[in-house]
């Protein structure tokens, strides 16, 4: 089987996973007792043999799957069939230093929540593209490393965005008040121009944040 190779490019992961058919994917690849051919994967998702084929390529790009060889019956070519990898444990991971400076930053800070939400209005304002709230949010979240998803709102009027593989968790949850509001500014400076509130719901669940759209 192929190996998952070392020092895995941080932002390719979080491009392969933004896309919820492929986190439904790994899903299945992690909780399976062993492999799974496109076939099993298909049938599970209800997606088509080829979009699996796709999806499948782009998870193995980013290092996330690997790929074995079976022989199927009669003649013919090997059938593939996948599974998640698991990196070595001993492995630092490829954005490390990144981490350690998002930590060094986040001790620094001395100005409190109201001064982070000021740091992050400007990087959100540096974000601000073209197209409905909902659109800008989702392409703001994956370029700053999460896997954004689509989901109903707690009302009619409100769209919820749900953020998953936040790339600084560990630190957010031991500096929810900088980390946190720095996000907080950042959806806020992305859609002020929208007249749009925004508000962050850090840790929903246990690596899981949303954020509830809602236009005024």
Do not use: K, N
């Not at 796709?54 to 003649?75: C, D, K």
């Amino acid at each position: 089987m192929t190996e998952m190779p070392r020092g895995v490019d941080a932002q390719r992961v979080h491009h392969a996973l933004a896309v919820p058919s492929r986190q439904r994917l790994m899903t299945l690849l992690r909780e399976a007792d062993g492999l799974l051919g496109v076939d099993d994967l298909a049938a599970a998702t209800g997606l088509s043999v080829a979009t699996v084929r796709h999806h499948l390529a782009t998870l193995a790009e980013a290092g996330l799957v690997a790929a074995t060889a079976s022989a199927g019956p009669g003649r013919g070519r090997p059938r593939l069939r996948y599974a998640a990898t698991r990196p070595d444990p001993q492995e630092e991971p490829a954005d490390a230093p990144f981490r350690e400076l998002a930590q060094a930053l986040a001790d620094a800070v001395g100005g409190g929540p109201g001064a982070c939400r000021e740091a992050g209005l400007g990087w959100g304002r540096r974000l601000t593209g073209s197209g409905p709230a909902t659109e800008r949010v989702f392409a703001a979240a994956a370029r700053m490393g999460f896997a954004p998803q689509d989901a109903p709102g707690p009302d009619p009027d409100t769209r919820r965005v749900l953020l998953h593989a936040c790339p600084y968790r560990e630190l957010a949850r031991t500096r929810p008040e900088v980390v946190c509001a720095v996000h907080q500014g950042v959806l806020d400076g992305l859609l002020e121009a929208d007249g749009a509130t925004v508000r962050l719901l850090p840790f929903i669940g246990p690596d899981l944040c949303a954020a509830d759209l809602r236009s005024t």
